[in-house]
């Protein structure tokens, strides 16, 4: 879909969508981290940890480091990068 086929009020609620992803990611995060925590069954954690990958690859992270926390099952190492991420003190990757 090209910016044509969008009305004006609509490209405005992309751009402003656009914008803010940052702030959506590290808010859908957040609440992974959370829910995590809390989960009670094994199939729930499971896929919760799809979903913060999914998320983390959104974001300016290091592949390896999110991969390693994914594969580990960390959610004390995942919720330190969540706070970095907000922080600003996650570099962007080249």
């Known amino acids: 879909m090209t910016s044509r086929d969008l009305s004006r009020r609509q490209s405005s609620i992309v751009k402003r969508y656009y914008?803010?992803?940052d702030g959506i990611v590290a808010n859908r995060l957040q609440e992974?981290?959370?829910?995590?925590?809390l989960a009670e069954s094994d199939k729930k954690r499971a896929s919760l940890w799809k979903k913060v990958q999914a998320q983390l690859n959104k974001t300016p992270a290091d592949p390896g480091v999110v991969h390693q926390i994914v594969e580990d099952g960390d959610v004390e190492r995942l919720a330190k990068l969540v706070n970095d991420l907000i922080a600003g003190k996650v570099l962007k990757r080249d």
């Open 19 to 21: 914008d803010n992803l």
């Open 32 to 37: 992974a981290v959370t829910e995590i925590y």
